[in-house]
Each structure stands twice: as C-alpha cells, then as structure tokens.
C-alpha cells in the first residue's frame, strides 16, 4: 500500500499505535484484575482507558521502531517461505506477512515490557526474567495475533486509503 518513504512512515505509525493501544488495553485490564471477575473482560470499566493511553504514548513507539529494525523484515521472509504472491491469493499473502510479523514482534515487545514493567518498575529480580518473559509472552501472544488480524492491520489499511485516497487514485 505505502508507495513512498514517507507514506511507509505513516502506515507504520498508525499500526504501531493502533496495536500498542490494544495491548496496553488488554494488558491494564488483566493488572487490574477483571480477567478473574464474573464475565471476565466484559466486565471492564472505563477506568481502565487513560492508564492505557499512557502507556501506549511510549510503547508505540517501540514497536515502531522495533518492526523497522526486524520486525517487518522478518514478517516478509516468513511469508516468502510459506507464500508465492505469483500463485496464491494476495490476501493469503499479507496474512503470512502478518503472522510472520506478530510471531517475531510479540516476544519482542513481551520482552521490552517485561523489563519495564516487571524489572524496573516492580523491582522484580533480574535472574527471573526469563520466566517473566515467557509468561507475557505467553499471556500476550493469542492477543496481539488476533487484535492484529481482526482490528488493527484492518484498521490501519483503511485509515491509510482514507488519508491517501487521492494519491492512491493517481
């Protein structure tokens, strides 16, 4: 879709933040515990927004640079292993793309975060890293691919071909 430098950037600040708000969504909620309440996440409140929005002021911008370092690099060697954009459907295509992406971007977000908020900011011991990683990676990992398949990779095209739909037109 981006056909310029600078189109690239855009794209990739709006899917940086459009996925880092919906983690630090999910991520708050299960700190504040409506995860254990009777109707689990349909119980959350609106309390739970601004301390999200906070987070993801920063976080996005980790993931931006994260995806521009490996990330989205990575994502594109995944989904030339597994899909031939000569042969199969293009949409096919750019789930492989996806997936790729989330499979390297997950564990390495869990890790930043992990780092953050458990090392530095909880003072958890560094020597239990390694399990306070594995453990958002694995709390994070079925969030992040299907906020990433169904609300922000959908999201982001759109608003992109809104914001371009002249040039896309040309």
Same mark, same amino acid.
């Given at each position: *879709?981006?056909?310029?430098?600078?189109?690239?950037?855009?794209?990739?600040?709006?899917?940086?933040?459009?996925?880092?708000?919906?983690?630090? $969504?999910? =991520?708050? !909620?299960?700190?504040?515990?409506?995860?254990?309440?009777?109707?689990? #996440?349909?119980? @959350?409140?609106?309390?739970?927004?601004?301390?999200?929005? $906070?987070?993801?002021?920063?976080?996005?911008?980790?993931?931006?640079?994260?995806?521009?370092?490996?990330?989205? &690099?990575?994502? !594109?060697?995944?989904?030339?292993? $597994?899909?031939?954009?000569?042969?199969?459907?293009?949409?096919?295509?750019?789930? *492989? &793309?996806?997936?790729?992406?989330?499979?390297? @971007?997950?564990?390495? @977000?869990?890790? $930043?975060?992990?780092?953050?908020?458990?090392?530095?900011?909880?003072?958890?011991?560094?020597?239990?890293?390694? !399990?306070?990683?594995?453990?958002?990676?694995?709390?994070?990992?079925?969030?992040? #691919?299907?906020? =990433? @398949?169904?609300?922000?990779?959908?999201?982001?095209?759109?608003?992109?071909?809104?914001?371009?739909?002249?040039?896309?037109?040309?």
């Amino acid at each position: *879709m981006p056909k310029t430098t600078t189109q690239g950037i855009i794209f990739g600040l709006i899917m940086s933040y459009t996925m880092a708000i919906g983690m630090e $969504v999910y =991520n708050i !909620a299960f700190k504040m515990g409506f995860h254990l309440n009777p109707g689990g #996440f349909s119980s @959350m409140t609106n309390a739970v927004f601004p301390a999200a929005l $906070v987070e993801a002021a920063y976080m996005g911008l980790f993931v931006f640079l994260f995806s521009n370092l490996w990330g989205n &690099r990575a994502g !594109a060697a995944f989904s030339a292993k $597994v899909a031939d954009p000569k042969k199969d459907n293009p949409y096919f295509c750019q789930l *492989m &793309r996806q997936a790729g992406t989330i499979a390297v @971007m997950c564990p390495a @977000m869990s890790l $930043v975060a992990s780092i953050l908020f458990n090392v530095i900011l909880a003072k958890q011991p560094i020597g239990q890293l390694p !399990a306070i990683w594995v453990g958002t990676v694995i709390k994070n990992f079925p969030m992040a #691919f299907f906020w =990433n @398949m169904f609300a922000a990779a959908p999201f982001t095209r759109w608003a992109f071909r809104k914001l371009f739909a002249e040039k896309n037109k040309a």
